[in-house]
């Protein structure tokens, strides 16, 4: 192996000697003027160096044992391995994160060989995306067993910083549904703010999802593969009763990629000078509706089709929710009628049916 340190001498009497790096080109004074100490000086920063280098020969050689590509995989293609255990909108986003430019320094770089400075230099360059997805993609290494070790620690890992998200208003949806000039598209609006779904699953939506006589919908969320049920009121009925009766309810939504309607979603509300939002503020919308007028967050979790309370409980953190006094909450219970041989005074009484106070 090729030493990368080698010893100069310099001065008059040839009595200065310094050390040079062969890679950077750097020369550092070893501040003695005796040559066989400086000899040594310089074969310590060689052995130091070829150590590191021999223990990782060592571990290559042992693990080509079990694994034969441990020698050649690089992040590229530890990445393309990610991208095909994805599916759907899942793997197209994965395709838009893979083009990452923070990522570049790191394509080509073996994983074997890859230090926790290499990751805090992309971390570095890159966004909230690349810490999501680098992170993602260490991980999915480390159990794929292509790596032994991780390279960088947990803790040195930045923290998220997520834009600040918040729901559509009801002014805000009015307006847009008001200057919105295609039907279909204007209805696709609205049926979000009555639902709360997702851009994908209502653009999806079929005639066949609705039950007109018990008045549900339901569908499986693209997502996460679970069922939502959600009865329909009054204003989504009539809504959905100008829909198509059969197949797709919005057929040139439904036929649309999910960054166009947003990319249409996007240019109405520049038109309109709203800012801030996005198609997915009507879930966020929805959710701090259903908070603030107290519908129970387990009908919300089924609605939305959330398999976590902590997921909903995110969606609403805004909803601002006024609570009644308990002398008011029981004035508004109703009595039941006595039945014979009860005590007078002490009826029982019940909320009542409508379950509202």
């Not at 008059?12 to 070893?30: E, I, K």
């Not at 159990?143 to 918040?166: C, N, S, Y």
Request: hydrophobic share 35%; with cysteine.
């Amino acid at each position: 192996m090729k030493t990368r340190y080698r010893l100069i001498s310099r001065g008059s009497r040839g009595n200065a000697f310094y050390s040079v790096d062969t890679l950077t080109g750097r020369r550092r004074s070893l501040g003695d003027a005796d040559r066989d100490s400086a000899e040594q000086i310089v074969a310590a920063q060689n052995q130091a160096l070829r150590q590191p280098s021999l223990n990782l020969q060592i571990a290559r050689a042992y693990l080509s044992g079990s694994d034969s590509g441990v020698a050649t995989r690089t992040w590229q293609q530890a990445l393309e391995g990610l991208l095909a255990t994805k599916h759907g909108s899942t793997q197209q986003r994965w395709l838009r994160a893979s083009r990452d430019r923070a990522l570049d320094p790191l394509r080509g770089r073996l994983l074997i060989e890859t230090q926790g400075e290499h990751f805090l230099a992309a971390l570095a360059a890159g966004s909230t995306s690349t810490n999501v997805h680098l992170r993602k993609l260490h991980n999915f290494c480390l159990d794929m067993g292509w790596i032994l070790a991780p390279v960088l620690p947990k803790r040195q890992w930045p923290k998220f910083e997520f834009k600040e998200k918040r729901a559509i208003t009801a002014a805000e949806h009015e307006a847009i549904v008001a200057r919105e000039p295609n039907p279909e598209t204007r209805s696709f609006y609205q049926l979000l703010w009555h639902l709360g779904g997702s851009q994908t699953d209502v653009a999806t939506l079929t005639a066949e999802s609705v039950d007109w006589t018990d008045r549900v919908i339901s569908y499986v969320r693209h997502k996460t593969g679970v069922n939502s049920q959600l009865h329909l009121g009054e204003q989504a009925l009539a809504l959905l009763a100008g829909l198509p009766r059969q197949g797709l309810l919005f057929p040139r939504m439904a036929a649309m990629d999910e960054k166009y309607r947003a990319t249409e979603f996007r240019k109405r509300c520049r038109g309109l000078g709203i800012s801030g939002i996005s198609l997915h503020s009507y879930r966020y919308a929805w959710a701090e509706r259903a908070k603030t007028c107290g519908y129970p967050e387990r009908f919300a979790q089924e609605a939305l089709g959330h398999n976590s309370k902590a997921v909903h409980r995110a969606y609403a953190r805004k909803a601002s929710v006024l609570l009644p006094s308990l002398e008011e909450f029981e004035a508004r219970l109703t009595p039941v009628i006595a039945f014979p041989g009860d005590t007078p005074g002490t009826e029982r009484r019940e909320f009542p049916k409508s379950g509202k106070l």
